[in-house]
């Protein structure tokens, strides 16, 4: 995740999971010249895809995988939050659902992936101190 996307409610990052992290990577590649790198997740890779002309990451391909198998093909977007606990209470109480965490990123933060009252899936994240 960029370190420069810190403001609480802007979107610091947007991952793709879906079950062929591979084509659907050559997908993109070839249709807005991203630049995969790989990401290691253990015993298989995820994608950063990265802006042809800086190399900038600019949003990530996952495999549903791991603590992805639960996801839907689906664009993930990382909301900021100021405290992800008290975040999660709101979710609860508003209607929503947590479906994954509250999970460490270690260094980075934690962070918990929720569906709004209307099904939509997005992650909420609480970045390191």
Known sequence: MPEN????????WMDLT?????KIRDFYSRVVDWNPSEVSMGD???FNMNLPDSGQAVTGVCHARGVNADLPPVWLIYIIVENLDKSL???RQLGGKINTG???MGD??????IRDPAGAWSALFEPAK
């Open 18 to 22: 879906v079950p062929d992290a591979e």
């Open 108 to 113: 980075h933060g934690r962070y918990a992936v």
């Open 44 to 46: 298989y890779s995820d």
């Open 102 to 104: 509250p999970k460490s």
């Open 5 to 12: 996307k810190r403001e609480t409610g802007s979107i610091a």
């Open 89 to 91: 209470d709101q979710v």
